[in-house]
């Protein structure tokens, strides 16, 4: 069903308006009262809130960090093999062959041992 608004006055689409958030308002406050009532939830949803606060702080990311500890890792390794040192006793050799051991062996292991301790 489409309805056509042509010749409905500004007053009349703001009433109208005016209306819809009223009635969404009052469904937003009844489910939030059935929510408290049947699960005891008394939390505020992000959309919920009419203002941020200011004194609540974002939980802060470690994503940048971890890739630039990863991008130096890797040019510490690159270094390390193409002047053909070694860094700790490390050689970009030996760090090559510890990255491409096959661990599932032991993996299955250690998780075998983990269910027995259970």
């Given amino acids: 069903m489409v309805i056509k608004m042509k010749n409905v006055s500004s007053e009349q689409k ?3 308006i005016q209306q819809i958030r009223s009635r969404y308002n009052e469904d937003r406050y009844d489910l939030r009262d059935r929510e408290r009532i049947l699960y005891g939830r008394e ?3 992000p959309w919920e809130e009419d203002e941020p606060d200011p004194e609540q702080e974002r939980p802060q990311s470690t994503f940048r960090l971890r890739v630039l500890l990863a991008v130096l890792l890797f040019a510490a390794v690159v270094m390390i093999d193409s002047y053909k040192t070694s860094l ?3 050689t970009a050799e030996k760090i090559y ?3 491409s051991a096959d661990y599932e062996d032991k993996f ?5 041992t983990l269910s027995q301790a259970e």
């Fill in 88 to 90: 700790w006793g490390l």
């Fill in 97 to 99: 062959q510890i990255l």
């Fill in 43 to 45: 939390s505020v949803r």
């Fill in 108 to 112: 299955e292991e250690w998780v075998e």
């Fill in 14 to 16: 703001l009433q109208l």
